[in-house]
């Protein structure tokens, strides 16, 4: 039904060669494989870091706090 | 606490005049009637818990989530969230289309994006890993409409609900947790009455958090599960006699059961992350139905999601041991079989059907009284 969507990035073949060995007994059967694993691992760190702390506006958060205390969840 | 999946928390609840305009100019609108499990979908889009969604999937997150579990933008997702319709004539991308629950009543509003057809054959492999009519989840899939209707939505009335007091959206949840001083809090799942092991499995892994979030799944079910009602009255009286209260929460989660084993676990957690969780249990045959699944494919699977980011805590099954005198597991227990019994919910249920109590070793008396005192218990 639908075509996968993959591209081809090139590495340099001694890091290639690393991250073969480094494949040894992980359960991955390609370096593709291993390496797509990495980076989604690199960006989610990143992309955690990059996130403002979550807010709500004072009068939201003032109106669900009314209705926790209200429904018996807060005192 | 888990910061919502994807980043945001989708917040797609219409307010104001452009609210009240759409909800005078409905009745002239095109319409869309949602069965009930729809409707709950379209809730839980609008209200952040299936962040980062903020519209039933058009097709090139469908297929995405189908060959790869994950959406176009690559972030993590294992099951379709669609509407099906029967004729693809009756929409055209591009209009606003009021969406009308079973009563036909209007609650919410979408933008057509994309209409497409697709393969239920191939969606139910995909999804369920079978083709099996037996499996609940392939006969729905089976009878589905033959196109799907994807597009951002809105809503524009809450939904209402027969459990108000337990009904608390993400943002909720997540100022609670704030307001309790939680940063670990771990999520537990629940269709069931709970028994003694629940309570191991809750308190084993309460001891390494700030705060528990009980999050039983309301809606559609199998016959002979307990009713909604009787295992919120349940774990209410559970929560009252052994929880404190400080570390302790319950609310619903108003979703269809899909019994896609794995790859629910996986969205079941998604959920729980939104609600602010940082931690989800995950027991044996998660989501599972008869044998389709292997018993620990729904923990196995989260090796494949590294990028989730919330804790998936593995259980493998418990029992009770005599000589112990307690819920245990075989890490912990080095007595022989002969010393232990199941908790066993097939048992249990038995039992309440013919009026009798189970025994204090599987279940705390306060509830398994509040359960036998019920005068329907199981669904029909």
Redesign the interface.
Known sequence: ??S??YTTVSIPKPLAKKIKKRMDGT?FNSISSYVT?VL??V??SI??EE?QK?S?SEE??EK??E??RA????D | MSKPHGGTLVNRILTGKKKDRLLEEAEEMKSLQLNSELRKDAMNISTGVYSPLDGFMVKEDFENVLEHSRLSSDIAWTLPIVIDIPEKEDYNVGEEIILKDENGESFGLMEVEDIYKFDKKDMAEKIYGTDDLDHPGVRKTMGMGDYLLGGEIYQLKENSTPFEKYHLKPMETRILFKEKGWRTIVGFQTRNVPHLGHEYVQKTALTFVDGIFINPIIGKKKKGDYLDEVILDAYDTLMDNYYLKDRAVMSILEAEMRYAGPKEAIFHAIMRKNFGCTHFIVGRDHAGVGDYYGPYAAQEIFDKFPDLDITPVFFKSFTYCEKCGGAVDGFICPHDDKHRENFSGTKMRKMFKEGKIPPAHMMRPEVAKRVVDKEQKFVE
């Open positions: 039904m639908s996968k969507k359960g694993y989604r691992q960006i989610s992309e955690e996130k979550e709500f939201d958060e669900v706090k209705r926790l429904l018996g969840y807060l």
